[in-house]
């Protein structure tokens, strides 16, 4: 499922990004990779603060629908 | 024997922080060819042979941001005698992740992990000979906010450089992504070794500058090689390399960090994330924060109480009065030493009004600056930019636009300084065309005079409210229009690391602070300064030499130039010389209007007309209401002042862009007054 309709709190696995070239390099380079966790730490009208690999991760609601998790 | 050291590392990993220890005050910052990208020079206070370059903040050395570009070109291409990498301690898994991309290219390395403090307070530990022995680099840990382990960091920066040793060739791939290197490696043949192992590795990745590289023939044969290593990577060998440089952080980390809880444990960053980035609390809280910021710099009541100036305008204050009597000290030495009139002229009017001109927006910029360094450097602006992405994402633009557009309203110069935060170009260049839309402080006196002479009555507030939000109404179109026919592309995402909040550190802030001011003074100062002079020397000449202002050549052009003003109801040589006046600093219209319409030439007068409290009964004869607003909508929209323009020069690093910046403000004001003219005549 998105990641965008994960719940506060919760920590998933990440198994796809299903974005653009560019986007996708930078994601991986934040941590972002395959079968890595990602916990939702907060969330408001831009988007949600994630963490992944230890350091908060702030983004839009957008993006965070094009990253599949499970 | 001279030693070069790069400083590399995660953004928010302290890396400017370990700069400004390690070099003192010995630094120079400057700007990477074409980029506003800050390249930060300086010598080693404690051996001037030694000298330190701080290289952009990059996650990775893939080409996705300028820095990234930067970064790697200058590990690559200049070659440093050793890179020491900055390493955050608390987040040591992502920041390896660099790390290793750095060992890829075989330069010398040091490893610093900083915010050991930090790491310790949690009860954690990390086994720094044993990641030493693996990654085949020295590695000493620091913390660089309290200047701990930076003498030892050093030494063993110079001790590596000295033996130019080189990390270890550490086995990071897989079996399949091995062999394909090895293969384009091949192809590589007249590359040194080490450039080869790198080149190939970016190759498989896919990286396009590495591949623009190279001839069609190896192009064609690199893709053979890609295409058949895909198929044992799920068909991405990119993310396929990745996610091996993870494992391979994720595998020698075992044995090496050491947690004293496991997961997550919600911290003092938690807490106060909980608060100040939510739904319903972030806005109000940020509003109150802002209001606090530009009260201070900007406020003639601080903190709303009347006639307490903020520290900003009190240090102005103290400038104005000190260069006052440094004007009046030079004329009557001038004077007395029998200079000429022209000359006195030169040095009081020209000289002295230019570079008190730049002088006087210094204290302002100074207090700004140290406010701003403060909340960036504690990790709020971080937030700030998120909270405030969904409504500037309707324009098109990012969160980060936020800053630089409210500081317009105080003054353009430093607002557009900020808008260096921003890392797309096209946000970073659409906020600058609209910064200075928004009303600036110098444009309020134009707003009273009018108000005061042609608005007389209850509707003088409405009249100066309307103008300021006439000035936001069009930066809000034009962004809109910008964004979809002068730009391409669509709006970026938001993706941005927030730190860990931290009070900053004073001498951080300080650095921080003098260096925009630095920047400022040096390069919008040489503009403002040109151009006062110029100004000058139009407005009191002509052919038989000095004159009054009525007789100059600024008259001739006004007179010249009058009918491109006649659609928008002004055609008067003085209307258009207040226009150009009004560019050396907007505040000038109602000084030049004083002396071109009522003769008036002493500074009192000026100062009531000014703050509304006179009226300028001569300039009815001129002006209609319909055609005052469309003045003040004019000279609101139209190119600012000088040192604006200086400024947006130094931050589009090109005189192109800043031109079509120009043109298109000149082009909204012509428009806009002109819209104003016509309907107002047909309405009233």
């Known amino acids: 499922m998105p990641l965008a309709l994960v719940r506060l709190g919760e920590t998933k696995l990440i198994t796809a990004c299903r974005v653009k070239d560019e986007m996708k390099k930078h994601l991986q380079d934040l941590g972002f990779v395959k079968g890595e966790k990602v916990e939702v730490l907060g969330e408001n009208q831009s988007g949600m603060i994630l963490l992944v690999k230890g350091v908060r991760i702030a983004l839009n609601k957008g993006l965070a629908s094009k990253i599949m998790v499970d | 024997m001279s030693i070069n050291i790069a400083l590399a590392g995660n953004p928010n990993s302290g890396k400017t922080t370990v700069f400004n220890e390690i070099t003192g005050s010995k630094q120079h910052v400057g700007n990477w060819p074409g980029v506003t990208v800050d390249k930060k020079e300086g010598t080693y206070k404690k051996d001037r042979d030694v000298k330190v370059l701080d290289l952009p903040g990059t996650y990775s050395l893939s080409p996705y941001s300028a820095e990234e570009i930067i970064a790697r070109d200058f590990i690559v ?74 003498n030892h960091l050093m030494e063993a920066a110079i001790e590596t450089a000295r033996n130019k040793k080189k990390p270890n060739n550490v086995q990071v791939f897989d079996k399949n992504i091995d062999s394909a290197l090895l293969k384009v490696e091949q192809l590589l043949e007249d590359k040194s070794p080490d450039e080869r192992r790198w080149k190939a590795i970016k ?12 001839s069609d023939d190896t192009i064609k044969q690199v893709n053979i090689i890609v295409k058949e290593a895909e198929k044992e990577a799920d068909g991405d060998t990119e993310a396929k390399i990745a996610d091996l440089r993870y494992k391979y952080i994720s595998k020698i980390l075992k044995g090496i960090v050491k947690k004293s ?17 939510n739904r319903f609390l972030a806005l109000p809280i940020f509003a109150m924060i802002m209001y606090l910021l530009f009260a201070a710099t900007f406020s003639e009541n601080f903190l709303l109480i009347k006639g307490l100036p903020s520290p900003g305008i009190w240090l102005a204050g103290l400038v104005e009065e000190g260069w006052g009597a440094l004007t009046g000290g030079i004329e009557s030495i001038l004077s007395n030493a029998g200079a000429s009139d022209w000359i006195l002229s030169l040095v009081i009017d020209g000289v002295m009004e230019g570079i008190g001109a730049v002088a006087g927006f210094l204290p302002l910029v100074l207090v700004l600056f140290l406010l701003l360094s403060f909340l960036e450097d504690s990790g709020y602006m971080a937030r700030v930019a998120f909270v405030m992405d969904r409504l500037f994402r309707h324009l098109g633009l990012s969160g980060k636009s936020f800053i630089p557009l409210l500081m317009g309203f105080g003054c353009s110069v430093p607002a557009l300084m900020a808008s260096r935060t921003l890392e797309s170009d096209k946000d970073r260049k659409i906020t600058m065309m609209i910064t200075p839309f928004m009303s600036c402080g110098a444009k309020l006196p134009i707003y009273a005079m009018f108000a005061a002479t042609l608005f007389a009555g209850s509707n003088k507030t409405i009249i100066v409210f309307s103008i300021y939000m006439l000035g936001l109404v069009i930066a809000i179109i034009s962004a809109l229009l910008l964004n979809k026919f002068a730009f391409k592309g669509e709006t970026s995402n938001f993706i941005m690391e927030l730190p860990q909040y931290r009070i900053p550190t004073g001498k951080s802030i300080l650095i921080h602070g003098w260096d925009k001011v630095k920047g400022f003074a040096i390069k919008a100062g040489t503009i403002i300064f040109v151009s006062t002079v110029l100004i000058w020397l139009l407005s009191n000449f002509n052919f038989t030499g000095m004159v009054d202002m009525e007789d100059s050549f600024l008259a001739s052009i006004g007179n010249a130039i009058k009918f491109i003003f006649a659609p928008l109801g002004f055609a008067d040589w003085r209307a258009s010389v207040g226009v150009v006046t009004g560019w050396i600093a907007k505040e000038n219209i109602v000084a030049t209007f004083g002396q071109l319409f009522g003769g008036i030439g002493d500074e009192a007068t000026i100062e009531a007309i000014s703050s509304g409290a006179q009226a300028l009964p001569e300039i009815r004869d001129v002006f209609t209401q319909v055609s005052a607003y469309s003045y003040m909508a004019f000279n609101l929209l139209c190119m600012p002042c ?4 200086g400024a947006m020069k130094r931050e ?11 043109s298109f403000q000149m082009v909204v004001a012509y428009i806009v007054a002109l819209i104003i003219n016509t309907l107002g005549n047909l309405i009233f």
């Not at chain 2, 000088?642 to 323009?645: C, G, K, R, S």
């Not at chain 2, 589009?652 to 120009?662: D, Y």
């Open chain 2, 77 to 150: 291409n200049e070659k440093p005698d050793v890179v020491i990498n900055i390493v955050d301690g608390t987040s040591i898994e992502r920041n390896l992740y660099l790390t290793l991309q750095i060992i890829e290219t075989q330069i010398p390395l040091v490893i610093a992990i900083n915010m050991m403090d930090e790491v310790e307070a949690k009860g954690d530990t990390i086994d720094f000979n044993k990641l030493s022995e693996i990654l085949g680099v020295l590695v000493v840990p620091i913390v660089a906010r309290k200047a701990k382990g930076l």
């Open chain 2, 203 to 214: 190759l498989i990745e896919g990286d396009e500058v590495i591949t623009n590289g190279l």
């Open chain 2, 261 to 277: 809880e496991k997961g997550h444990v919600s911290n003092k960053s938690d807490k106060l994330d909980k608060i100040l980035t």
């Open chain 2, 642 to 645: 000088f040192a604006a323009v």
């Open chain 2, 652 to 662: 589009m690093v090109s005189w192109k862009w800043t031109l079509k910046a120009i």
